[in-house]
């Protein structure tokens, strides 16, 4: 009866334990916690992500370098125009790390940011902003900020 | 007026024939070359010719998402520029800045060269296990691609034109490739990952030296070139008082190495100090440091100058150093993060 008991408890336990371990991020910077919790995959992956992939003038598409370097985005399939939901979410896994939520100082938001308009002094992929006006910075600190759904 | 009509028609015939005689007889006009720095932007979607006589942008190449390195056909008729989003060596005409080709690498490009005479273009691909992709500049097809140990950063071909010299920052290993036979003739492994790199010469036209930068690595690696082994190794000098600039160094402190035209003066980027540095050839003496901006990245010396082109990705400008003067003489404005440059006589309209 006991053994029946052990057995019956060992199978009611969570079984997070023995789930296979997420694989290690690519090497980051440093940077802060992950912060995937407060932030919204929903507003990520509808608002977040397509800035990713817009070709902004005299700008490399964010896509071009992060396929490689960090933080990483998944590699977009030829023909592809938006990446899947497994893919979505190891995205948002990857740039959730280069965020405090709430904090405008945030990476994601200061590096590609002017230096004249208070961003970063250099961003090895370039400035793509030159305003916090800009609606793209914009739609960026919202989802910092914790905005939620399409954010429509 | 039939005669008037017959001679007038056989004046006529006879002009033509003079004149397509005299046509004939003509050479073909020379092109016109100019001395230009090509420098690409690597967070950008251009490339800029910058014009020697004046330091000014003459032209822009557009449409060329992320471009790496560049090369400069030894004739002039032909700038190459790897690019890295579409995996392809592009060709511009240097007269009307279009490209006039793509031709399609075996994967992810990084740098490339080009051979003396002309003939070979040696990119180097930035994915495992490693190649390097040769493209033939008189059909403009990629025909080889020779494998080496890692993905390639850089390929440099040697002066004499005998070796296409690649390195890997992954596997921090120098190949050298025949270029008679397109094969590696010899590899060398570094205690790091393998940049910039340039070379010494010996009197015959030779390659006497290797002169190599390191990832993580604040210095300069001398390797004899015959004997492939490194000689000596010394780092570029801290500047007391002043932080390490450590952001967006991505595992390069030292990123740019250039020669003098009179062979007499190595230079130097440091991207920890924001400086370039000058040391004396053949015995490294260091002489002094010259401030340029954030992030200075890869040098080059046009034939005949004796100014110095850095591209400076924290400013997106090529800055201009008088190395006689040992000054900035010029600031460019350029596209984003400009970083790989090069040098030479091109065609102009």
Request: glycine share 8%; hydrophobic share 40%.
């Amino acid at each position: 009866m006991a053994l029946l008991l052990l057995l019956l408890v060992a199978l009611l336990m969570p079984q997070q334990q023995t789930a296979p371990p997420r694989p290690a991020p690519a090497a980051q910077p440093p940077l802060a916690a992950p912060a995937s919790s407060a932030l919204d995959y929903q507003f990520f992956k509808t608002r977040v992500q397509p800035i990713f992939l817009k070709k902004r003038p005299g700008n490399a598409r964010c896509i071009v370098c992060h396929e490689t370097g960090a933080p990483r985005l998944q590699p977009l399939p030829e023909g592809q125009t938006m990446w899947d939901e497994e893919a979505s979410r190891k995205n948002f896994d990857a740039w959730s790390r280069v965020v405090t939520p709430g904090s405008e100082k945030s990476r994601l938001l200061m590096h590609p940011l002017a230096a004249s308009a208070g961003g970063d002094p250099f961003h090895a992929g370039g400035k793509h902003w030159t305003s916090k006006s800009d609606p793209e910075w914009q739609t960026l600190l919202a989802w910092v900020n914790g905005a939620k759904g399409d954010g429509k | 007026m039939t005669r008037t009509m017959k001679y007038g028609l056989g004046a006529a015939a006879a002009s033509v024939l003079l004149v397509t005689a005299f046509v004939a007889r003509v050479p073909a006009q020379r092109p016109v070359l100019k001395a230009r720095v090509v420098q690409t932007n690597a967070a950008g979607d251009s490339v800029h010719v910058i014009d020697v006589a004046t330091n000014k942008v003459v032209g822009v190449i557009e449409d060329i998402e992320v471009p790496h390195g560049t090369a400069l056909a030894p004739d002039g008729a032909h700038i190459y520029v790897t690019n890295e989003s579409l995996s392809t060596v592009d060709v511009a005409d240097p007269r009307t800045f279009k490209i006039t080709n793509r031709i399609k690498l075996s994967g992810h490009p990084n740098n490339l060269s080009v051979t003396p005479d002309g003939k070979k273009v040696y990119a180097g691909i930035a994915q495992a296990p490693g190649a390097v992709d040769v493209i033939d500049t008189a059909t403009m097809k990629n025909v080889k691609s020779v494998p080496v140990e890692g993905a390639i950063h850089n390929v440099y071909v040697t002066p004499d034109g005998k070796f296409a010299v690649s390195g890997s920052v992954a596997t921090s290993i120098i190949s050298a490739i025949d270029t008679s036979t397109d094969t590696v003739a010899w590899t060398l492994k570094e205690s790091s990952g393998i940049r910039p790199m340039i070379f010494t010469t010996n009197p015959d036209g030779s390659t006497k030296q290797l002169i190599v930068q390191l990832s993580n690595y604040h210095g300069i690696v001398v390797i004899d070139f015959a004997t492939h082994k490194e000689t000596t190794r010394f780092t570029l000098p801290d500047i007391p008082g002043r932080e390490r600039e450590t952001d967006g160094i991505q595992g390069a402190p030292a990123h740019g190495l250039a020669i003098t035209n009179d062979k007499k003066t190595l230079w130097a980027t440091s991207k920890f100090y924001d400086y370039v540095a000058a040391y004396s050839l053949p015995d490294f003496a260091f002489i002094r440091t010259i401030d340029v901006g954030l992030h200075p990245e890869w040098l080059t010396i046009p034939p005949g100058s004796d100014n110095l082109y850095v591209g400076v990705a924290g400013k997106n400008a090529t800055v201009v150093v008088d190395t006689k003067a040992m000054k900035v003489i010029a600031e460019i404005p350029v596209g984003q993060v400009p970083k790989r440059n090069a040098s030479g006589m091109l065609q102009s309209q």
